[in-house]
């Protein structure tokens, strides 16, 4: 039989609770629903024992961010209560649709090879609009460049029926994140190193390699608030997604001889775009680059061993998008995925 449990991880985001989860629950189908809660100091936890005593609360220890906190949530939940076929990683900041599990469910029971799967994900507070994290899929060029169906860096596509469609993507978003709970549990789960940001996508590509699919559901949308726990002004935010490009880059990327070329490349990338930080005169931001590439060389040693061991491991190789999004969007004014694709 196939189960699903609906798992939301949880810090100090009582007021998303509040808002998001009374139609979490009415749209769950008759699957449990899970909050891990992350050591918040907001009352959370009390807030939820005594409004959704449906709800089942899972006291995690500590903060461990994103990755960390999915593992242990996961886990508990395999071990405690039996697990599931397949798990679902809302953010609290997530609102839901009526009948927005179902599709992505029945895709993905069609396809055995289907691991992770993401409905459309659109912005909550411009409703036409795709949202930044995810969009309608994502993908990564050949210089480890990040971009998805409805959003290429700072362009945000109306949503009209143009990504409709199911089909295999290069990464789903961590936002609303249908996994295979074997194949989650198979590879460790997240890399807990990353804390936050971008650990979807690492995820995403080691399954790939071991010959799993990842898909995009165009029949179930869900709106997404963004920046709940870690608003996109925030430094760390900075930090984060700069280191964990690297330390997913790095692990990762084809051995075709040009590795350190192309880490050289986005290391002087990541300088050039500093320069815009700097313009606006947000030097934490600058600052917070250079310690993710400090905390990047302190890596490379982990990394090479992981990097090692996910080559053994290896079945496929995974295909990235083949050209640069960098030189399409700015040099040839190609804002769309559809002018990418058709260019």
């Known amino acids: 039989m196939t189960t699903l449990a609906?798992?939301?991880l949880n810090y100090n985001g009582q007021p998303f609770l509040a808002k998001f989860l009374p139609a979490v629950l009415a749209t769950a189908d008759g699957h449990p629903v899970y909050v891990a809660d992350s050591a918040s100091t907001d009352n959370s936890v009390s807030f939820l024992r005594a409004t959704f005593p449906d709800v089942r609360v899972i006291e995690l220890p500590r903060n461990e961010g994103y990755a960390g906190g999915y593992?242990?949530?996961?886990?508990?939940?395999?071990?405690?209560?039996?697990?599931?076929?397949?798990?679902?990683?809302?953010?609290?900041?997530?609102?839901?649709?009526?009948?927005?599990?179902?599709?992505?469910l029945d895709l993905m029971e069609a396809n055995p090879t289907i691991a992770a799967c993401q409905p459309k994900i659109r912005s909550y507070s411009e409703r036409e609009l795709f949202e930044h994290a995810g969009a309608a899929?994502?993908?990564?060029?050949?210089?480890g460049y990040v971009f998805c169906r409805g959003r290429v860096f700072a362009t945000f596509e109306t949503d009209h029926g143009q990504?409709?469609?199911?089909?295999?993507?290069?990464?789903?978003?961590?936002a609303c994140l249908f996994v295979k709970a074997e194949v989650f549990h198979q590879t460790g789960g997240f890399d807990a190193s990353f804390f936050a940001h971008m650990e979807e996508i690492d995820w995403c590509w080691r399954i790939q390699r071991l010959g799993y699919q990842v898909w995009a559901c165009g029949q179930s949308t869900v709106y997404h608030v963004g920046g709940g726990t870690l608003h996109k002004s925030n430094p760390h935010k900075t930090f984060l997604n700069y280191r964990n490009s690297l330390l997913m880059l790095y692990k990762n990327w084809p051995a075709d001889g040009w590795l350190w070329a192309k880490i050289l490349f986005r290391l002087v990338m990541d300088g050039v775009s500093s320069l815009l930080f700097i313009r606006e005169g947000q030097w934490p931001?600058?600052?917070a680059i250079v310690r993710a590439h400090f905390a990047f060389y302190g890596a490379v040693p982990k990394l090479h061993r992981q990097r090692k061991v996910l080559k053994q491991q290896q079945i496929t190789e995974v295909k990235l998008y083949p050209k640069s999004i960098v030189w399409q969007y700015f040099a040839k004014g190609r804002k769309t995925f559809g002018e990418m694709n058709n260019g």
Request: hydrophobic fraction near 40%; glycine fraction near 10%; charge should be negative.
């Open 285 to 287: 931001d600058v600052w």
């Open 6 to 8: 609906i798992v939301i």
């Open 71 to 104: 593992n242990l949530a996961l886990d508990h939940i395999r071990t405690h209560y039996g697990g599931a076929t397949y798990y679902v990683l809302p953010n609290s900041d997530i609102e839901v649709t009526p009948g927005w599990i179902s599709p992505v």
């Open 137 to 143: 899929g994502g993908f990564v060029d050949w210089l």
């Open 163 to 174: 990504y409709d469609d199911n089909r295999p993507i290069f990464w789903a978003t961590g």
